[in-house]
């Protein structure tokens, strides 16, 4: 996969104008200045009359081009991009995927990634970092290319009661200083910045770790430009909260549901009766509402027993169980929901 992935790189590289550097795994970089026309390369997995072609451009998470079947679908298309965007026509048949954009500006600045949705699911193809410089003039007179810092926010990891935060800003010129706040305002970096310098250009890595639910804001500022930018990632601490109840049952069978509200997707649940035995045969629903995730469990029983959800978040040594009681008499059934709800800790669970 990885070995594919980085094969489709180094064919695309071949083939593209324009200035490139870096080789950031799974990254094409490409520098542009403002006003310059720009190629950002694609090459779908399979051959394809262009007709039947399927491919999707996004930016960050705006849509760029979407094509389907042949033409370009404007009605995803964020307005930043339109009429601004083609793709090519190679004839007949061909894997080409690329767009060109016309007359970049500093605004496109971002990461592009082809998705080739003509697999199921749809599959993410290169990604390109666009940077499109801005001209600057000095007191002389003299231009200089200049890049707006574009901060992205990530958890790079999280226990249940630390999360270690990264900002990352790539590209910029001239060197933009790098701040993480809680909502508060209050400044939370407790690293130095590390700092990659290539030509005039830098790439700012700052992590923080962090240990209480709020809304972390990493903002990168260049006071030369009088540009600054900021992007906000929530963190949410605490385990989780469960809700079980019996939506539905028949004299013979009680559909048991489960709701887990966690701050980490990566939260695993699933019911067990009293011997301990997995009882539930799907993965959780997932929904996520404002930085935290709603996962949702059905699971349908037959016997009389004591049902317990539990609830394990990713990188935790915590679960979280609630039980519920289900009595099935054959003809009819009854329900004491007792619900118990236990913290406990196993230190040896997960041994991450
Ligand atoms: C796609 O086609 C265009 C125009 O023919 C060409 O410039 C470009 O290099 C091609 N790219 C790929 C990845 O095949
Ligand atoms: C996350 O932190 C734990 C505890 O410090 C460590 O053991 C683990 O390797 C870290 N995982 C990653 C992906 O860095
Ligand atoms: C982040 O950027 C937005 C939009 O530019 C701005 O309204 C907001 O005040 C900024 N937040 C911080 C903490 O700088
Ligand atoms: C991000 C980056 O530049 N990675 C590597 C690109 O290739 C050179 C030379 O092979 C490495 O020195 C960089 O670390």
Partial sequence: MEMELLLLLTICLLMFSGKTFGNETGHVKITIKEDEDVILPCSLKTLHEDDKSNFDWKMDD??????????????????????????FRNGAISENASIKIIKAKVSDSGQ?????????????????????????????????????????????????DWALLMCKVLDASPKPTVVWYDSAGNKVSDKEPQVIQKQN?????????????????????????????????????????????????????????CIVRSGLPKTTVVWHNSAGNKVSVKEPDIIEKGGSYNLILETKVTKTDRYSCIATQENSNHQDIETTFVYVRGKGISVTPSLVLIGITLGVLTGV
């Fill in 112 to 160: 592009y990634t082809c998705i080739d949705i003509n697999q199921s699911p749809p599959e993410n193809l290169n990604q390109v970092v666009l940077t499109v410089e801005y001209i600057l003039k000095n007191r002389a007179g003299e231009e200089t290319a200049g890049a707006y810092a574009k901060p992205s926010v990530r958890t790079v990891n999280e226990t249940h």
């Fill in 201 to 257: 250009h830098y790439d700012v890595i700052l992590e923080t770790t962090v240990t209480k639910t709020d809304h972390y804001t990493c903002v990168a500022t260049q006071e030369e430009l009088h540009h600054q930018a900021n992007e906000t990632t929530y963190q949410h601490f605490g385990g989780v909260i469960i809700t079980v109840s019996i939506v539905d049952h028949t004299d013979d069978w009680a559909l048991l549901r």
């Fill in 62 to 87: 705006k849509d760029v081009l979407l094509y389907e079947s042949g033409t370009v679908n404007p009605s995803t298309q964020h307005d930043q991009f339109r009429g601004r965007v083609s793709h």
